[in-house]
C-alpha cells in the first residue's frame, strides 16, 4: 500500500483533500489526520473490521479502548446516556478541546473493539481546523488512538507519523506540528467524584474551577482500563531512558559515567549539556519530538532531567511510563 501525505491549509480550499479522506474512512480504511494534542489514526468507529486496522496498523493489543472524536457536543451526545450535570458543564467549559470524557455509550452504537467490551466510551470534540472540518464532512464518530505504532512516542507531525504508518495506510492530513504535543486528559465521569484516568494539558485544578472536587487515578494493576495509556508501556524511544533529579553536579557525574564506560548518551533538559553526545529539550509540547530525536542517533542511553515537585503532572506521567519508571543511580 502507498501512503500518501497531503497538506491541509485552513487558508485554503482543501476540499479535494478533505473528499478523499472521507471516502476512504466511509469505505473502511484509516487515515491519520491532526488533532491539537497528537496525530490520530481514525477509522469509522461503528465498523469494527475498520477499528481492526487500526489495530493492526498500530500492532495494539486489542484489550485497549480507543477515544471517539465528534464534531461538536450537540453529535456526542447523540452517541452516550445517563449524562451527568457535571459532564455537560465540562464539555460547554472545554470543548472543542484536550479533554476526554468517559460516559455511558449507547447499547449497540461502537463496535465492541471500540470500547473493548465495556459499556462505557471515551469521547471528544477536537480543537484543530483539519480534524473539525473532516468531523463534520464525514457527519459520524471516528475512533482515533495516537497515530504511532504502539509503545512508542506518539507523533507531533506528519513526517513522525510517515515514518511508523508508511505501507500501513493509505492517507496522511499534513496540518503541520500539533499546539498541546501529548495526549488529553482522560476524565471518568462514571465515577463519584470524577476521576482523573490520564493527566493532559487540562488540569486538575482547572477541572476542580468547574465541577468541584476531582480525584487522581491509583491506576491499581488489574484494573480493568477505561481509558489508553493505562496498561501498557508506552511513549519508549529506542535506547532505554533513566529520569534523573535536575541537579547539573549529579548529571555532569552521570555523563562522565555513562563516557567511562565507552557509551554514547542523549539528555533531554531545560539547559545544554555540552558534555553530553546529544542534548534535546525538555518540555511538554516537545518532549514526543525530543524522544524521536534520539531515535535517530547513536545514544546507547538517555537521560531525562526532571524536578518531580515541579514538574508538569501530564509531562511526569508520560516520562515515567516511557522510562519504565526508572531513575539513573
Same mark, same amino acid.
Given at each position: 500500500?502507498?501512503?500518501?501525505?497531503?497538506?491541509?491549509?485552513?487558508?485554503?480550499?482543501?476540499?479535494?483533500? $478533505?473528499?478523499?479522506?472521507?471516502? $476512504?474512512?466511509?469505505?473502511?480504511?484509516?487515515?491519520a489526520f491532526p488533532t491539537e494534542t497528537v496525530?490520530?489514526?481514525?477509522?469509522?468507529?461503528?465498523?469494527?473490521?475498520?477499528?481492526?486496522?487500526?489495530?493492526?496498523?498500530?500492532?495494539?493489543?486489542?484489550?485497549?479502548?480507543?477515544?471517539?472524536?465528534?464534531?461538536?457536543?450537540?453529535?456526542?451526545?447523540? $452517541?452516550?446516556?445517563?449524562?451527568?450535570?457535571?459532564?455537560?458543564?465540562?464539555?460547554? +467549559?472545554?470543548?472543542?478541546?484536550?479533554?476526554?470524557?468517559?460516559?455511558?455509550?449507547?447499547?449497540?452504537?461502537?463496535? =465492541?473493539?471500540?470500547?473493548?467490551?465495556?459499556?462505557?466510551?471515551?469521547?471528544?470534540?477536537?480543537?484543530?481546523?483539519?480534524?473539525?472540518?473532516?468531523?463534520?464532512?464525514?457527519?459520524?464518530?471516528?475512533?482515533?488512538?495516537?497515530?504511532?505504532? =504502539?509503545?512508542?512516542?506518539?507523533?507531533?507531525?506528519?513526517?513522525?507519523?510517515?515514518?511508523?504508518?508508511?505501507?500501513?495506510?493509505?492517507?496522511?492530513?499534513?496540518?503541520?506540528?500539533?499546539?498541546?504535543?501529548?495526549?488529553?486528559?482522560?476524565?471518568?465521569?462514571?465515577?463519584?467524584?470524577?476521576?482523573?484516568?490520564?493527566?493532559?494539558?487540562?488540569?486538575?485544578?482547572?477541572?476542580?474551577?468547574?465541577?468541584?472536587?476531582?480525584?487522581?487515578?491509583?491506576?491499581?494493576?488489574?484494573?480493568?482500563?477505561?481509558?489508553?495509556?493505562?496498561? $501498557?508501556?508506552?511513549? +519508549?524511544?529506542?535506547?532505554?531512558?533513566?529520569?534523573?533529579?535536575?541537579? =547539573?553536579?549529579?548529571?555532569?557525574?552521570?555523563?562522565?559515567?555513562?563516557?567511562?564506560?565507552?557509551?554514547?548518551?542523549?539528555?533531554?533538559?531545560?539547559?545544554?549539556?555540552?558534555?553530553?553526545?546529544?542534548?534535546?529539550?525538555?518540555?511538554?509540547?516537545?518532549?514526543?519530538? =525530543?524522544?524521536?530525536?534520539?531515535?535517530?542517533?547513536?545514544?546507547?542511553?538517555?537521560?531525562?532531567?526532571?524536578?518531580?515537585?515541579?514538574?508538569?503532572?501530564?509531562?511526569?506521567?508520560?516520562?515515567?511510563?516511557?522510562?519504565?519508571?526508572?531513575?539513573?543511580?
Amino acid at each position: 500500500m502507498e501512503t500518501k501525505t497531503i497538506l491541509v491549509d485552513e487558508h485554503v480550499n482543501n476540499d479535494e483533500s $478533505y473528499a478523499q479522506a472521507v471516502d $476512504y474512512i466511509r469505505g473502511g480504511e484509516v487515515v491519520a489526520f491532526p488533532t491539537e494534542t497528537v496525530y490520530g489514526l481514525g477509522a469509522d468507529a461503528m465498523n469494527a473490521t475498520a477499528v481492526d486496522k487500526i489495530f493492526e496498523a498500530k500492532g495494539r493489543p486489542t484489550d485497549n479502548p480507543l477515544i471517539v472524536h465528534v464534531d461538536s457536543k450537540e453529535t456526542a451526545l447523540e $452517541y452516550v446516556e445517563d449524562v451527568p450535570e457535571k459532564a455537560l458543564q465540562c464539555m460547554d +467549559a472545554f470543548w472543542p478541546g484536550a479533554l476526554t470524557l468517559i460516559m455511558q455509550a449507547k447499547p449497540d452504537t461502537f463496535a =465492541s473493539n471500540v470500547t473493548a467490551g465495556l459499556p462505557t466510551v471515551g469521547i471528544r470534540v477536537p480543537n484543530h481546523p483539519a480534524a473539525l472540518n473532516l468531523l463534520k464532512r464525514l457527519k459520524q464518530p471516528v475512533a482515533a488512538p495516537s497515530a504511532n505504532t =504502539s509503545g512508542k512516542p506518539s507523533p507531533t507531525l506528519a513526517e513522525h507519523v510517515y515514518f511508523d504508518m508508511n505501507g500501513k495506510i493509505p492517507l496522511i492530513l499534513d496540518g503541520g506540528p500539533t499546539q498541546v504535543g501529548i495526549e488529553s486528559t482522560v476524565l471518568d465521569m462514571t465515577s463519584a467524584p470524577p476521576v482523573i484516568l490520564r493527566p493532559g494539558q487540562v488540569t486538575k485544578e482547572q477541572l476542580e474551577e468547574v465541577i468541584g472536587t476531582v480525584r487522581l487515578s491509583s491506576e491499581t494493576k488489574g484494573n480493568t482500563p477505561k481509558s489508553p495509556g493505562m496498561k $501498557y508501556a508506552h511513549y +519508549a524511544p529506542q535506547a532505554p531512558l533513566y529520569l534523573i533529579e535536575h541537579n =547539573s553536579k549529579l548529571i555532569e557525574k552521570a555523563i562522565d559515567h555513562i563516557h567511562g564506560k565507552k557509551k554514547k548518551i542523549a539528555v533531554l533538559s531545560r539547559e545544554d549539556f555540552e558534555t553530553a553526545d546529544y542534548c534535546f529539550p525538555l518540555a511538554v509540547d516537545k518532549l514526543y519530538d =525530543s524522544l524521536r530525536r534520539c531515535d535517530q542517533t547513536d545514544a546507547d542511553l538517555i537521560l531525562a532531567c526532571v524536578l518531580p515537585e515541579n514538574e508538569d503532572a501530564a509531562l511526569m506521567n508520560r516520562l515515567e511510563k516511557a522510562a519504565d519508571h526508572k531513575w539513573f543511580s
